[in-house]
């Protein structure tokens, strides 16, 4: 079993920064990918970015390009989101998720991850 523990959310002014971290922990388990997901209430969980555990090779949203990037840090299994220059828009619950081995299914796919955090909650206001 793979528990993932988010941190860093919270309530900042539009234009703001925050950095989530995902900490990674079980017994061992490897890594393929690791990604950040977002659902605001009644609706769909939203992709936002995604790393390749192996390389680094990461892949962002649209609505999140040049404003929000995804780290690794190998030895302690976590991977962080740098959020800057913040929006109301991108108030949500901020999901981050694991999967173990290699797959065909794209990374912006929620499908494609076999564990998911609890989530945080960040509020943007204007």
């Known amino acids: 079993q793979v528990q993932l523990v988010e941190s860093g959310g919270g309530l900042v002014q539009a234009g703001g920064s925050l950095r989530l971290s995902c900490a990674a922990s079980g017994r061992a388990f490897s890594m393929y990918r690791m990604g950040w997901f977002r659902q605001d209430p009644g609706k769909e969980r939203e992709f936002v970015a995604v790393?390749?555990?192996?390389?680094?090779?990461?892949e962002y949203a649209d609505s999140v390009k040049g404003r929000f990037t995804i780290s690794r840090d190998n030895a302690k299994k976590t991977v962080y989101l740098q959020m800057n220059s913040l929006k109301p828009e991108d108030t949500a619950v901020y999901y981050c998720?694991?999967?173990?081995?290699?797959?065909?299914?794209?990374?912006?796919?929620?499908?494609?991850?076999?564990?998911w955090g609890q989530g945080t909650q960040v509020t943007v206001s204007s």
């Open positions: 790393i390749r555990w192996s390389d680094g090779v990461t």
């Open positions: 998720a694991l999967t173990l081995g290699y797959t065909r299914r794209p990374g912006h796919q929620a499908q494609s991850y076999d564990y």
